[in-house]
């Protein structure tokens, strides 16, 4: 066993230090970001009123966003939703 001997005052800075620290990190994690719900390509249909071969053209001409996780794509809400308040339909 190693025995290490500090100042009192080194140890106090140290645990101010370290306190301080540890309220920095809970200040990051204790306000996560909202998530943002994400759709598949039924749900998005559903909501645009659209075929699965409409949305597909979507995709292909860039209209609307997306993403491929496990070979299925999925939407953000928001850029659903911003499809349907422009009109683009």
């Not at 920095?24 to 598949?40: H, V, Y």
């Not at 292909?60 to 683009?88: A, M, R």
Request: proline fraction near 3%.
């Amino acid at each position: 066993m190693k025995l290490i001997i500090i100042d009192c005052k080194a140890w106090e800075r140290h645990c101010s230090d370290f306190a301080n620290f540890i309220h920095r990190i809970e200040q990051l994690i204790g306000n996560p970001p909202e998530t943002e719900e994400w759709l598949d390509n039924e749900a998005v249909c559903r909501r645009l009123g659209i075929s699965k071969r409409t949305l597909q053209s979507y995709r292909d001409t860039g209209k609307i966003p997306f993403s491929i996780i496990g070979h299925k794509c999925y939407y953000k809400e928001s850029d659903v939703t911003e499809l349907l308040n422009t009109g683009n339909e």
